[in-house]
């Protein structure tokens, strides 16, 4: 019989540490699977966040920097700058790149370096707990936000893929999310594109992958997805949002 | 208010509020995530205000400027965050901002990892950021002595005009034990001539660290050091157990303190005299009973959850009288009372002068 | 009186609470108390202790690394912990969840099958910690039941008050069976 899922070549066989019904493997990989279908293996350096994807170099068997918390972006330009022509891309949560790693992921866009982010919005901190992220939507409730994210108090949540897209540097950024089989087909051409668009030496890739924390939200996973689907994608639209350099809306 | 039941990162939490804090500025990471949790429900209900920073380079910085503005102001962090606020700590003590920051320290260097560690002893009582300055640092043992040195910060930041750093570590933080508040009212802070309010119907305030002229930073840095020297003379805090008649003596703080104070109670049943000092304030370091200590106690043993940071300080302080020996675990490992214990017996039997 | 307690289990089985609840009887009765969990990346799914200590005098060192008392609610923790408990100590096993057995012959083992207890005498297996906890403290009588019922009329909410009978009964039939 003909073997139809087979672990990623680029994927180690660590078992994963995620909590049940958490989307975050899912995306582990799918990146997996890009890697090998481009067949980058040997060519690909990572750069991994401080939060709950913090062990990704123990399930991508490629080249790694673990990087502290929101300077992803900044080794990962230390290391394209030395390997111009290796695939150097980083993948980050909400926290490690929209709050705390602001800079970093501005100035590298800006920069157009040639490298590719990986940025995983679960509208929260799910590392430490569950506390307020910059992508928490209003009236979300987090340990910090105990009566819910009230935008008279703590303002509003950031939409960083609609922010890269206006700066001349990026090429490529999309938000794309992965609650439900046809997403995920879509997550993996857009992640791919992503990459594309780096070994085409076009620019600056982006993409935002919508995904669940059913520990934190407090859901069993099959509610996780509902309050994705109700709560975040309202927020923070699917789509692409710039594609060869053009700004798409 | 009789005794309740508390961790010591929520104790710590409303012992700020009680010492007059009204402000709160943070960013998460463990060990230490109950403390901005618990100001983000509590603050509110004095007419306070919690933040939730986007960095802990922020959260420094809403810190120095809440302060400026005659505020009593507190952040938190561990570790990594604490490393980031070190710019930010060097502007206060600058400035000459009191703040209480509290460090709840957690595995290093880099990410290290979330186990319970000692190991920014030297960042803390060095000043950590650049150039000459230095904090007050506490360094608590129990959850209750957590909360007396809390309120007591906020007195002694605004009295010297100083940032007050808490050394804990991830157990005292975790840790629940019976608290009593012993201050009832909350308290205020005394009035800031100096702070930034609208210069009305008086000369404008400026807050700053810039002294461009050589001559005047020099005047600026003699001011800080005089001050210093003000705090070393007046705020040395320190516990001895059984040191009278000891024959080796322990040092340690906080959390390892305490382990060692097991340690010198079971060395008792067994006939040695072993005692311990336990350094509360460690900026300014209690040298005295050190020195004291060195004319009669045969040996010193040291122990830290690091590689060997306090034990510097005791050694300036036994200035050679009598040797000082370290023992350590680090990278978020906790000494047993075994470990030490023999240690203890290595060291007596190896017949130390 | 110092007793040095670990309980050691699966995160989410309410380890953590029985420890609390046994610290805030100890505290409730003046004597002195402590309570410290293992905290960090062990918790998600893994396993969960923590340490409680209670003792007529001062406390010392809240960090427990030689335990007078374990009490065992999974197979890891039953090889992690039984090691460390002192000589002449005890050992409780929640011979539901654990099918090994001790092999120490220095200290008392008491293997109680609270699971089924639980869920034949009181039709609840909830209570099951409880009736260990019953059961703990009448070998050690660190605390009595009374003050383990008067902590829960503090920890739980007013709402929840209704629990508390049914609590008792798990309590005493711990007593009851040891
Ligand atoms: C300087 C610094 N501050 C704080 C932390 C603690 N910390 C670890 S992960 C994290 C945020 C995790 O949230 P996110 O980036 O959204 O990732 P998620 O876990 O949700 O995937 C924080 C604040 C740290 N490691 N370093
Ligand atoms: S805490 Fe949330 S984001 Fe992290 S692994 Fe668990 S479900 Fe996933
Ligand atoms: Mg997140």
Not at chain 2, 78 to 85: A, F, N, Q, R, Y
Not at chain 3, 67 to 89: A, D, H, W, Y
Request: charged residues 20%; contains cysteine.
């Amino acid at each position: 019989m003909e073997k139809v899922f087979t672990r990623p070549k680029s994927m180690t066989d660590k078992p994963m540490h995620f909590c049940p019904g958490c989307t975050h493997g899912v995306i582990q990989r799918l990146v997996a699977e890009v890697i090998d279908e481009l067949g980058i293996q040997e060519d690909t350096i990572a750069v991994g966040p401080v939060g709950c994807a913090v062990f990704c170099y123990d399930y991508w068997d490629v080249d790694f920097h673990q990087a502290s918390h929101g300077r992803a972006p900044a080794v990962a330009t230390g290391v394209k700058r030395v390997h111009p022509d290796k695939v150097v891309f980083t993948l980050q949560g909400d926290g490690d790149i929209a709050a705390i790693g602001t800079t970093e992921i501005i100035h590298a866009a800006a920069r157009g370096e040639k490298i590719t982010c990986l940025f995983v919005n679960n509208s929260i901190y799910g590392m430490t707990g569950g506390q307020m992220a910059p992508t928490s939507v209003l009236s979300q409730k987090t340990t910090t936000t105990p009566a819910g994210r009230d935008k008279n108090q703590i303002g509003y949540p950031v939409k960083l893929t609609e922010m890269l897209a206006v700066l001349d540097g990026t090429a490529y950024c999309a938000r794309v999310s992965v609650h439900n089989p046809a997403n995920i087909l879509k997550a993996k051409e857009v992640i791919r594109k992503a990459f594309e668009v780096q070994l085409n030496k076009e620019g600056f890739s982006l993409v935002e992958i919508l995904s669940t924390c059913p520990t934190n939200w407090g859901l069993p996973p099959v509610e996780a997805v509902k309050w994705l689907e109700n709560n975040m994608i309202p927020c923070f639209p699917l789509g692409e949002y710039k594609v060869a350099g053009e700004v798409q809306r | 208010m009789g005794k309740v039941l508390m961790k010591g990162n929520e104790a710590v939490a409303e012992a700020a509020v009680l010492g007059g804090c009204k402000y709160f500025f943070g960013y998460p990471i463990t060990p230490q995530n109950e403390i901005p949790e618990y100001m983000a429900r509590r603050l509110p209900e004095v007419g306070g205000t919690f933040l939730q920073a986007e960095s802990e380079i922020s959260a420094i910085n809403m810190v120095f400027g809440a302060s400026g503005s005659g505020a009593r102001v507190m952040t938190s962090s561990s570790g990594p965050g604490i490393s980031l606020k070190q710019e930010g700590i060097s502007y206060l003590a600058g400035a000459e901002l009191p703040c209480v920051i509290v460090n709840m320290v957690r595995g290093g260097p880099g990410l290290g990892n979330i186990g319970p560690a000692q190991s920014d002893y030297f960042q803390a009582t060095r000043g950590g950021g650049h150039g000459d300055y230095r904090l007050i640092v506490f360094g608590p043992a129990s959850v209750q002595e957590l909360v007396d040195v809390t309120i007591e910060a906020f007195e002694l930041a605004d009295r010297y005009r100083s940032p007050v750093m808490i050394l804990g570590d991830g157990i005292l933080g975790q840790m629940m034990e019976p608290v009593e508040f012993k201050t009832a009212k909350i308290k205020e802070g005394p009035d800031k001539p100096w702070a930034t309010t609208g210069a009305k119907g008086r000369k404008r305030n400026l807050i700053t660290s810039l002294y461009i002229v050589p001559e005047e930073l020099e005047k600026h840095c003699l001011k800080l050091k005089a001050k210093y020297d003000e705090i070393s003379a007046n705020e040395k805090r320190y516990e001895s157990y059984f040191t009278d008649d000891a024959e080796i003596v322990l040092a340690a703080y906080g959390t390892t303190a305490r382990i060692c104070k097991a340690v010198v109670d079971r060395a008792r049943e067994d006939g040695i005299k072993a005692g311990l000092i336990r350094p509360v304030t460690l900026w300014p370091f209690p040298d005295r009973p050190f020195n004291e200590a060195a004319d009669y106690a045969r040996a010193f043993l040291t122990v830290e959850m690091s590689n060997g940071q306090m034990v510097d300080d005791v050694r300036l302080a036994v200035n050679g009288k009598k040797p000082v020996y370290f023992y350590g675990r680090t990278g978020g490992i906790v000494p047993s009372k075994a470990e030490i214990y023999a240690e203890v017996r290595k060291i007596l039997e190896g017949g130390a002068r | 009186m110092l007793e040095e307690l670990i309980i050691a289990g699966f995160g989410g089985q309410g380890v953590m609470s029985m420890g609390q609840l046994l610290t805030y009887a100890g505290m409730i009765e003046d004597k002195h108390v402590a309570w410290i969990p293992s905290y960090g990346p062990e918790m998600r799914g893994g396993t969960a202790n923590c340490a409680v200590t209670i003792s007529d005098r001062e406390i010392s060192s809240p960090v427990v690394t030689e335990p007078t008392s374990v009490i065992i609610m999974n197979q890891p923790s039953l090889e992690k912990f039984e090691r460390v408990l002192k000589p002449g100590g005890l050992l409780i096993i929640n011979s539901s969840l654990v099918s090994k057995k001790a092999i120490r012959n220095d200290i008392k083992v008491v293997e109680i099958a609270a699971d089924e207890l639980a869920n034949e005498r009181l039709g609840n297996t909830r209570v099951a910690n409880i009736i260990i906890l019953g059961a703990y403290i009448k070998l050690t009588k660190v605390v009595t039941i009374d003050s383990v019922i008067e902590s829960l009329k503090k920890v739980l909410p007013e709402r929840r008050h209704n629990l508390i009978p049914l609590n008792r009964q798990a309590l005493e039939l711990g007593a009851e069976i040891v």
